[in-house]
């Protein structure tokens, strides 16, 4: 059995790994068991020494690895160079901030000293997508490293050259080299990766099918896990809303990585007042888009980063205008190689059809008219997810008060939902629990361990 890198641009196949047997896989388990031993005992600034070499290694090779991200799943350069370099921000900021975020706290009590520690757990598995091949896993790396973890990686299959890739750069930065391994594992081995005893942890960005999958393996298990999955989230324009510049960021809100993000704006709902003039203004924008080689700096829009994938998106297209959705832009499968769907919006989009219904992984806009604020907060609530939302509105006042409304991890306002190492990210109901990033997420893979002395 073996995993294949394939470039969706073109249909070739670039590479070809043999998948780990079972006794490769304990090997990687056991060396990093002991790594993450030593390595927990190290103290902050000694963890930070590499962390910072591995920032640097980020910012020297990022045209390489910017290429690596277009050839393996079609993320346009400029995109895969944006990525790379937010790493490197990443690392810097941990290697700056995480003996702050993990610094025992004091609590006064009847002891004659009472404080809590943040001690690490062990090795974690880690299971991440393709869509941000290198920021997806650097999530975990410099914050849980830091925190003294190691991890081992079960990484997409579509990316196994940008897993190993990731696995060097730590080595190269002197890392210790069991610290945090690749496993080329197929997904069917997760579990049994979980349930293994030198496993201290899990945490998977996926969909929410992976995260049932995932959650009830840590469930059986009785281990500690991280679910970042899917997402439908709302973009929502109000009356006074600053409409060109909301339609400017819709369209980057929802084309950014070819579509293809959990926290992409995916769900357009504008009031009655504005709705008009944002359908005209957001098809404008989408229009721009140009589609093409990612390897082209001039391209914005790459393909979709399976074959597979971009037919399922435009099957729930299809369906959604055949359940009442108005189709103004796209919504074909294009000519020639490569899995390209061109940007694609709908309106009049019906409440049950799978463009308001479904996650839609890819370039296509669903917008939804309401009557009123009141309504808009209703629509955006109207999901099984619950990861991002954008809210737009001129009042700061109004913003305040809806943001609580709003069931998301994150409610930016007159903004794109974005991810940021300063601030804890993360989704409610089906998308997920548990938070990455900021001070809530440097401590989600630690031991609170209360001591008390007298």
């Not at 690490?120 to 920021?135: A, D, H, R, T, Y």
């Not at 990861?387 to 007159?414: C, E, K, M, Y």
């Amino acid at each position: 059995m073996v995993i294949e890198s394939v470039n969706p641009t073109t249909g070739e196949t670039l590479a070809r790994f043999p998948v780990m047997a079972p006794d490769e896989v304990s090997a990687i388990l056991d060396g990093a068991v002991r790594a993450q031993r030593a390595w927990a005992g190290l103290s902050f600034p000694r963890r930070a020494e590499p962390m910072r070499r591995v920032a640097s290694l980020l910012r020297e090779r990022t045209p390489l690895l910017a290429r690596l991200a277009a050839l393996e799943m079609g993320k346009p350069i400029v995109e895969g160079t944006a990525e790379v370099e937010k790493c490197a921000f990443l690392c810097d900021h941990a290697a700056e901030h995480a003996e702050g975020y993990l610094a025992a706290r004091e609590v006064p009590t009847d002891g004659s000293r009472s404080f809590v520690r943040f001690d690490p757990l062990g090795v974690v598995l880690v299971v991440m997508p393709w869509n941000f091949p290198f920021w997806q896993v650097f999530r975990f790396i410099a914050p849980h490293l830091m925190a003294g973890n190691g991890g081992v990686l079960k990484h997409a299959s579509n990316v196994p050259q940008c897993a190993l890739a990731i696995e060097e750069l730590l080595r190269d930065a002197g890392f210790p080299p069991d610290l945090f391994r690749a496993l080329l594992s197929p997904s069917g081995a997760v579990a049994g990766v979980i349930a293994d005893a030198r496993i201290a942890a899990v945490t998977l960005t996926g969909s929410d099918a992976a995260g049932q999958a995932v959650g009830a393996a840590a469930g059986r298990a009785i281990k500690p896990a991280v679910l970042e999955l899917g997402g439908s989230d709302p973009f929502v324009v109000l009356d006074d809303a600053d409409v060109a510049e909301a339609a400017r960021v819709g369209a980057r809100a929802r084309l950014l990585n070819g579509g293809q993000s959990c926290i992409c704006a995916k769900r357009f709902i504008a009031t009655a007042a504005v709705h008009d003039r944002f359908v005209g203004l957001l098809g404008e924008e989408l229009s721009k888009a140009r589609m093409g080689d990612p390897l082209d700096a001039s391209t914005t829009l790459g393909p979709q980063a399976r074959a597979d994938l971009r037919d399922a998106l435009h099957a729930q297209v299809e369906a959604s205008v055949a359940a009442g959705a108005r189709l103004l832009a796209g919504g074909h499968l294009p000519d020639g190689p490569g899995a390209f769907y061109p940007p694609t919006l709908l309106t009049n989009v019906p409440r049950a059809s799978p463009a308001f219904r479904e996650e839609t992984f890819g370039p296509v806009a669903a917008v939804v008219k309401v009557g009123s604020t009141e309504e808009a907060i209703a629509a955006a609530n109207d999901s099984a997810f619950g990861l991002g939302a954008s809210l737009w509105t001129a009042d700061p006042d109004v913003a305040v008060r809806l943001a609580p409304r709003v069931q998301a991890g994150a409610v930016f306002i007159n903004g794109l939902v974005k991810s940021d190492p300063r601030l804890p990210f993360g989704g409610v109901k089906r998308s997920g629990f548990g938070r990455e990033l900021g001070l809530e997420g440097f401590r989600a893979f630690v031991n609170v361990k209360t001591v008390w002395m007298r």
